[in-house]
Every structure is written in structure tokens, then in C-alpha cells.
């Protein structure tokens, strides 16, 4: 069974410009979260999506949005890029929400904004 | 809101050592207890986790046990291996109207030399 797939893994962006990072799940999972990991903060949770509808979203500002398609895949997008934005951003898939399951991670998208 | 403290380390230990790295959290109810591990440029896999209190979750020879009157979840090890070098997270389960998240400790680094 494939695992959670990031794409790209790493991306380097401008100040100012957006950015779309994308999450493929575990086939037959049907919530996706997503979190952003830096030095400074540690894991933080960003959202989460289950059955195209956002469930749950972390205190970040509205410059960082999210989305789920009917076949479970995600992208989250952040716009007006700034520095402190630079992070790897981790994808996690369950098969279900609100039950203790576990969640299976990808192996990160690294975001650097320069 | 519910938080998540552990020892952030780094922790250097020689191979076949002995290691605890201690957890602790705040949380309404009872939330599930998680450690996780992250390789160097990989994302995170679940090492054990523990539903309820008085649960010991093991696997790969690591232990952990939630404690309620306590309210910690210790990972320990009896002989560690360069293998497990490594971050570990501690994290506790976060439900909030059906949808779940997860929260972080800030995460230890371990080192096991030769």
C-alpha cells in the first residue's frame, strides 16, 4: 500500500509570491491534516479535511488556506509569502476522524522563502 | 488548551545505554498519548501510543506508559541502538466537534554513538 506522497519536496520562493503544496493520502483515507514544523514552533497543526469539508483549522492567518478534492487529495496554498514562512509542511492521512486513529505522515514538503 | 512538555535534549547516549525521555501534558479529559520518530529528512511515524490510562504502548523495544495521576507518558528504552538516533515527539490527541488534531511536545533529539 503506497504511503502519504508530498509534492514537491522542496520549493524555493520568493517574498510576496504564493505558493500550492499538494498531498496525496493512503488510498481509502479520508481525512487529511495538515502541519507546519519550524525550529522556532515545533509542530503546529494548520487544518484538517475530511470529506472535502474543513473540519478543524490551527490559529494561522488567512493567508493559509487549504482544500480537499472528492478523491481525498489536498493542496494548501499560501499567499503573500514571508520569510517566516519558510517551514517543512507535513501532511498526515487517516482513515477516519474523531476516533483516535492513527495518522500516517508524508515525508514533507520543504518550503524556503527568500 | 491542552499542551505537551518533554525534555528537549539533545540527548547523547552510547550504544546499549539505558534511555527515558520524560513527557508530560495538560488536557481536559483523556486524550490518547502518542510518540512518534522522525529520521533525519523524513516525516514522522508513529512509534507507540496508548488509549487510556494505565496503557503501555511498545514496539521496536520502546516503552511507555500513561500515567493519569501523573499525567505523563515516558518513553523508555533499555539498550538503544545507533539506529534510533533521531527526533522523538511526544504528542496527545486533541478532539474538538468530531474532528481531531494533534498535539506536539517540542521534541528531543537523540544521539547514539558507537
Known amino acids: 500500500k503506497a504511503g502519504v506522497t508530498q509534492t514537491p519536496r522542496y520549493l524555493i520562493k520568493t517574498r510576496g509570491q504564493q505558493v500550492t503544496l499538494s498531498c496525496s493520502p493512503i488510498s481509502g483515507h479520508r481525512s487529511v491534516s495538515w502541519y507546519q514544523q519550524t525550529p522556532g514552533q515545533g509542530l503546529q497543526f494548520l487544518f484538517e479535511y475530511f470529506s472535502e469539508t474543513q473540519r478543524n483549522k490551527g490559529n494561522f492567518p488567512g493567508r493559509f488556506s487549504g482544500r480537499q478534492f472528492s478523491n481525498s487529495r489536498s493542496e494548501m496554498n499560501v499567499s503573500t509569502l514571508e520569510l517566516g514562512d519558510s517551514a517543512l509542511y507535513l501532511c498526515a492521512s487517516s482513515p477516519m476522524t474523531g476516533l483516535n486513529t492513527e495518522a500516517f505522515f508524508g515525508q514533507g514538503t520543504r518550503l524556503t522563502v527568500v | 488548551g491542552n499542551s505537551v512538555t518533554q525534555m528537549e535534549g539533545p540527548v547523547t547516549l552510547s550504544e546499549e545505554a539505558f534511555l527515558t525521555i520524560n513527557c508530560t501534558y495538560t488536557?481536559?479529559?483523556?486524550?490518547?498519548l502518542f510518540w512518534y520518530v522522525q529520521y533525519p529528512g523524513e516525516g514522522l511515524q508513529l512509534l507507540l501510543k496508548?488509549?487510556?490510562?494505565?496503557d503501555k504502548g511498545s514496539n521496536k523495544g520502546f516503552e511507555a506508559t500513561y500515567r493519569k495521576e501523573t499525567t505523563s507518558f515516558h518513553l523508555e528504552k533499555g539498550s538503544v541502538q545507533v539506529s534510533d538516533s533521531a527526533v522523538y515527539f511526544c504528542a496527545l490527541s486533541d478532539l474538538q466537534g468530531g474532528s481531531e488534531k494533534l498535539v506536539f511536545g517540542k521534541g528531543t533529539k537523540l544521539t547514539v554513538n558507537p
Open positions: 488536557a481536559t479529559g483523556y486524550p490518547s
Open positions: 496508548a488509549t487510556k490510562a494505565d
